[in-house]
């Protein structure tokens, strides 16, 4: 499992009338520390639901996951812990820019979001 090499996860939050909120986000990893930020790709708002639900309860869980036409390959990582949002984070940025080349020709100017990972669930076809 390579989770640090996948380029996409799903970050789910809840807001405060109980209802999940899933969107695909870029990630970067640094041991139990996962980080994400709000960048320049088209957005309906900037006032966007994960960053309202993470301000009303800041409980998160990431998905992380591989999929492969041959299903012996298949994996999927659960990361959960509480997230924060910061306006500007350096060390976030750094983290991403590394991983997302996309980063170092246009910086998200954030918001940015830290998650303290507390648990972590791991399931692989094989």
């Known amino acids: 499992m390579n989770v640090d ?16 909120h899933v969107v695909p986000i870029c990630f970067a990893l640094d041991g139990d520390t996962l980080y994400t930020a709000v960048d ?4 309906a708002t900037r006032r966007l639901r994960r960053l309202a639900n993470i301000e009303a ?21 659960r990361l959960a812990g509480p997230a924060r949002i910061l306006d500007s984070d350096v060390r976030a940025l750094e983290f991403l820019q590394a991983k997302y080349p996309q980063y170092r ?6 918001p940015f979001v830290v998650v303290a990972i507390e648990s972590r669930r791991e399931w692989r076809a094989t």
Request: glycine fraction near 6%; proline fraction near 11%.
């Open 5 to 20: 090499a996948e380029r996409v996860a799903r970050l789910a939050t809840v807001g405060e009338d109980g209802r999940p």
């Open 40 to 43: 320049e790709k088209p957005k």
């Open 57 to 77: 309860n800041p409980w998160v869980e990431v998905v992380i996951d591989h999929w492969d036409e041959d299903w012996s390959r298949l994996w999927w990582v």
């Open 105 to 110: 020709a246009d910086p998200p100017s954030g």
